[in-house]
């Protein structure tokens, strides 16, 4: 926490302290409370502009900090209802960075599942373009990586992962019937606003004109917590959810950061990792796939991924085939080839072969973990495309 944030807490926390005394009543007045945060914040959606005008700072304030100071002295309830370490619990506002955007926000999000608001599951304040509205959202990160910027998440993504969140929270949920499965930001000139809408998994909805107590507020907003509590655990405990990148890129991403002397900004929990154990499970279940899908086509499979720059040497007759094996718990759409795979495959293209087994069901409570299951898909001849690699971190000759 910054010094003037712990100012601004500091503040906060004095003033209500001395709320008995009788000449401090009408300073306390106008100490202004989470509803009447929302409620400003809203009007000023009227004033919206691209440029820093003075409304637009003034938003800017109170996105980004009074709200945000506000929702903080609530941390040690937020961190219990959603079962984490209080230090792990950060609460961030951001109203656009150089041009303001349409659509601002303030999110309550666990440091490590979600380091940033590109990454992972969150509650979040969702303020409408036209400000009659604002929504209290169990959302998720909405745009993703491409390797040179962020673009939006497939609507199918963001679906799939939406529907495997509500089951989740289904039992926590019995008996409200305040919470919205849709959200309306009205978003005009970004396409931030519908990347929130179709990453909603449950809402609460405020109208500006009907912004309940402080209390009330305070009291939905644990209760979000507690839904995204939900997500966290139950996310450890998976070894993929749908849309998360896979867990091999998680860790080669992390490693390249962390080698470059940057602080990874990948999600940090267990659940988005193998072991050791769990990646030769993966690896060896989907090498023993390959080899039964090669077999069954009359090919004689040799497993040579020991000495050689690819899996499975494959001969049938006077042909040969030099097959790439990779197997993930994710969906399949990304995996990691080294610079050797991808030199070596090249060379020996058109008698080679890309087996991805992606969707592989992992036991990681099995000791050893054991892996099954998956759809194996198969590209032969592998025609490496520059187009289709992402550089993930270079190598830089500095002349030194």
Known sequence: MGVVTQLVTQMFADARNLANHPELSVALRTLPNVDDLLREALELQAWWSSQNTPQMQRRGRIIRTELATLLREHSSQMAAAMRIPLQDLGVQGKDGTGLKTEIPWTRVHSRERSPSATIGW???????AKGDRVYLSLNQGTTVWNGGEFVPRAPEE????????????????????????????????????RGYEAGNVLAIEYERSNIPSPDLLIRDLVFMAGLLGVLYRTEESVPHVPGNLAPEIIEIQEVAALTAGRRSSMPMGQGFRLTTDEKRAVERHSVRMASDYFAAQGWSVKDVGDK??????????AQQLHAEVKGTTSSGTQVVLTRSEVET?????????????????????????????????????????????????????TGL
Request: proline residues 5%; glycine residues 4%.
């Open 122 to 128: 969150y509650v979040v304040y969702l303020f409408s």
């Open 158 to 193: 963001l679906r799939a992962r939406v529907e495997w969140a509500r089951p989740l929270i289904h039992q926590e949920i019995a008996g409200r019937d305040d919470l919205k499965d849709q959200i309306n930001l009205d978003a005009l000139k970004s396409h931030l606003g």
């Open 308 to 317: 050689e720059s690819y899996d499975l040497l494959l001969t049938k007759g």
């Open 345 to 397: 495959q090249r060379r020996l293209a058109p008698h080679n072969a890309l087996v991805v087994v992606h969707s592989i069901d992992l036991d990681r409570k099995a000791d050893p973990p054991c892996a099954s299951g998956g759809v194996l898909q198969c590209v032969s001849p592998w025609d490496i495309a520059d187009d289709d690699l992402l550089v993930v971190s270079y190598f830089y000759q």
